[in-house]
């Protein structure tokens, strides 16, 4: 059978390829830079006929691959974070992470985590620990409320209120170290301050002779799913490396999240 396809003769077996074709051309119009498109600017971009466009946006914006803005312009549905999703989550972060322990730890030679949530705990999936003498050690399996230590609270502040108010409500806060936090305005407090700076602190809390700096580790969708910590002796701490600490956990996570995909280039 023979079919005509905008002008062109082409075979029935080849009219699906040349329909996927045209689909692909209009999908990787989208980028960065060039979020919304109107229907000429697909035609001029992708060489597809206007007159055969409507269709395939159509079919496009009925399976959630492209959504039509009030102004006409069609931009990326929420179809594509559902594989977004799909594609984090087969990505082996423990892999990832260990890639960018070993480069940080070049740098700044001190002990590095991964933490994700597990029900209403925070677990240790990957650790690179220091080559110093005097250092901080931990290990894969180790586990804490969610509340505890920088760790597991920049976990928590990637929930909703109503979410971490669920928390509250099931969850004692009570010490699990030496001094871990255990007042409901003080979490409050610094669920805000990791929001606000995008990174927490804490000190002596798991133990008394501990420092840690985490930062939240973001997919694609701009959820949170780990966070990475940076844990050092208190007795070695001073204002400038506390500072490179800082530095350096948000600079992992930033290097996690491309390496998961959130970030191009």
């Not at 060039?34 to 159509?58: C, D, F, M, N, Y």
């Not at 496009?60 to 959504?67: G, S, V």
């Not at 991964?114 to 650790?127: A, L």
């Not at 928390?167 to 301050?193: C, H, K």
């Amino acid at each position: 059978m023979v079919k005509r396809l905008a002008g062109e003769i082409v075979l029935a077996g080849e009219y699906t390829v040349a329909a996927v074709r045209r689909v692909a051309q209009i999908c990787s119009l989208f980028d960065a830079r060039h979020s919304r498109w109107t229907v000429s600017e697909i035609s001029r971009a992708s060489g597809i006929p206007k007159r055969t466009l409507p269709r395939i946006i159509s079919m496009l914006i009925a399976r959630n691959l492209l959504e039509e803005g009030p102004d006409g312009a069609f931009s990326l549905g929420p179809a594509w974070l559902h594989l977004a999703r799909l594609k984090t989550e087969r990505l082996d972060l423990r892999t990832i992470s260990r890639g960018v322990f070993e480069r940080l730890r070049r740098s700044l030679d001190e002990t590095y985590i991964i933490g994700v949530r597990r029900g209403d705990r925070r677990v240790i999936s990957e650790c690179l620990v220091s080559t110093q003498s005097i250092r901080r050690v931990s290990h894969v399996g180790f586990e804490a409320s969610l509340h505890v230590g920088s760790a597991g609270r920049v976990i928590l502040a990637g929930l909703t209120d109503d979410e971490i108010r669920d928390y509250l409500s099931r969850v004692a806060l009570v010490n699990e170290g030496f001094d871990t936090l255990t007042d409901p305005e003080r979490l409050w407090a610094e669920i805000r301050r990791a929001r606000n700076d995008g990174f927490l602190t804490a000190k002596a809390e798991v133990t008394s002779e501990s420092f840690s700096c985490s930062a939240p580790v973001r997919d694609i969708t701009g959820a949170v799913i780990a966070s990475i910590t940076i844990t050092l002796p208190l007795s070695r701490l001073d204002a400038g490396l506390e500072a490179r600490a800082i530095d350096t956990v948000r600079r992992g996570a930033h290097e996690i999240e491309r390496g998961i995909g959130r970030h191009a280039g």
